[in-house]
């Protein structure tokens, strides 16, 4: 399924007004994730900004630990310090990479703004080396902008 075709159904669920926030990102993950073949796991992450961490707050997948991720530690800590997307072709030569599991062989995470502030990401995982494309990193980022409409 190409990623353009997944856009009017991401903006049916964020538009819906009988489910609360954390639904519909919880039905973006899942849309995400059992659309797109290499999207093996799919997230959101929001900071907490006082105490300098990452929050798991919805996701497809198999379940993880890392519901709590300090800034810096990890690929979406350190978007949470840069405040730019991060492509990981092979996980396996990062050095700052949070293994979740044995499976994963690349990473995609894109930070979420609201009013110019980073407040999030979406994380996505895949079992394939080198499957993000530029088309998904921009299809992400229109994500995060109608995400960011609903909080």
Known sequence: MSLQSLKPKITNILSS?????EDKMTQVCEVLQNSIS???WVGFYFANETEKTLHL??????????TVIPFGKGICGQVAVSNQNF???DVKAQDNY???SIYVKAE???PLFKDGKNIGQIDIDSHTIDPFTKE????????????A???
């Open 57 to 66: 707050k919805a996701f497809a997948g198999e379940p993880t630990d890392h």
């Open 108 to 110: 995609i995470v894109i």
């Open 136 to 147: 998904d990193e921009t299809f992400l980022e229109w994500v995060n902008k109608q995400v």
């Open 38 to 40: 290499y999207y093996d």
């Open 87 to 89: 492509v990981v072709e």
């Open 17 to 21: 007004t009988t489910i609360d926030t």
């Open 149 to 151: 409409e609903i909080l």
């Open 98 to 100: 949070i293994a979740c």
